[in-house]
């Protein structure tokens, strides 16, 4: 599985941006994807993950803010992002587990900076 995150940008506080993760490979392998986030010095953590049923579940730092959704024609996940803070700016990543046994495959980072 490769995964190929896009849509990073700098945008002001209360803003809104789109990412993007494209996904090849043995896609159909795939349990769920995710996007985590590492903010300089802090260890990298979970945003959102959306599962194949589409089950999603979130931090409780981005609910209400972020919304991750899938589509499986295009093989595509995406993280909107709105109502963004400071706080957010970290660089993100797109995750899946995928395979038997699973495996955690890894996107590049496509850096958030929030101005305040």
């Known amino acids: 599985v490769q995964l190929q995150a896009s849509g990073g940008g700098f945008v002001q506080a209360g803003g809104s941006l789109r990412l993007s993760c494209a996904a090849s490979?043995?896609?159909?392998?795939?349990?769920?994807v995710g996007w985590y986030r590492q903010a300089p010095g802090n260890q990298r953590e979970l945003v959102a993950v959306i599962n194949s049923r589409g089950r999603t579940n979130y931090a409780d730092s981005v609910k209400g803010r972020f919304t991750i959704s899938r589509d499986n024609a295009k093989n595509m996940v995406y993280l909107q992002m709105n109502s963004l803070k400071p706080e957010d700016t970290a660089v993100y990543y797109c995750n899946a587990v995928a395979g038997d046994p699973l495996y955690n495959y890894w996107g590049q980072g496509t850096q958030v900076t929030i101005s305040s």
């Open positions: 490979g043995s896609i159909f392998s795939i349990n769920a």
